[in-house]
């Protein structure tokens, strides 16, 4: 039986609510250390970490992989969603005309200079592809868009971009039975 824990990174240090960020790279929280050293995570041999690049996900992800003698693989695939030239951004300076563009059609949509919601399904498709055939128990530490949409995946129901993301450092854990089929998924209670 494979199981495969999504992880959301820790709460970045951001100076102020409501930031749009996706490829920014903001350092974490001061204390994210501790809250990885206190998580439960399920025991899986022979494991795999998987982690976005970006810092916010790797640090944890080592930490985690230390603690668990566990190997850590970066894949570029499980980065955020790229939001362009809003990247930075409070939500409140973006054009209200090009928050509306986008709420309407999350699939097709681009920020200038970034990613459609239709690019982060193809890529996150892939990884979750690779990790179906790896048919490994796996931890996967990404960001609240690549997890909104490897969970469904996982789970062979229907993506929705509007679904709410995960809380930081809030997981879920699947269990596998095979490559097609989810016995019992559970969110974490100690998560």
Request: with cysteine; net charge neutral.
């Amino acid at each position: 039986m494979t199981t495969i824990v999504l992880l959301r990174h820790p709460r970045p240090a951001l100076p102020e609510a409501g930031l749009c960020y996706g490829r920014l790279d903001p350092e974490l929280r001061p204390g994210w250390q501790a809250e990885i050293d206190a998580l439960t995570l399920p025991v899986l041999r022979d494991a795999l970490l998987w982690t976005s690049p970006s810092r916010r996900c790797a640090a944890p992800a080592r930490r985690l992989a230390a603690r668990l003698g566990l190997q850590v693989r970066v894949d570029e695939r499980l980065q955020e969603l790229d939001f362009g030239d809003w990247e930075g951004l409070s939500w409140d300076q973006v054009p209200r005309a090009a928050l509306d563009l986008w709420a309407g059609d999350l699939l097709a949509f681009a920020p200038p200079g970034g990613e459609t919601g239709a690019a982060l399904v193809e890529r996150v498709g892939r990884f979750h592809g690779m990790l179906r055939a790896d048919a490994r128990s796996a931890i996967v530490v990404s960001h609240g868009g690549p997890l909104r949409v490897l969970s469904p995946l996982l789970r062979d129901v229907p993506v929705d971009l509007a679904a709410p993301a995960m809380d930081f450092l809030a997981g879920q854990a699947l269990t596998l039975a095979s490559s097609r089929v989810l016995k019992n998924p559970r969110t974490m209670q100690s998560l």
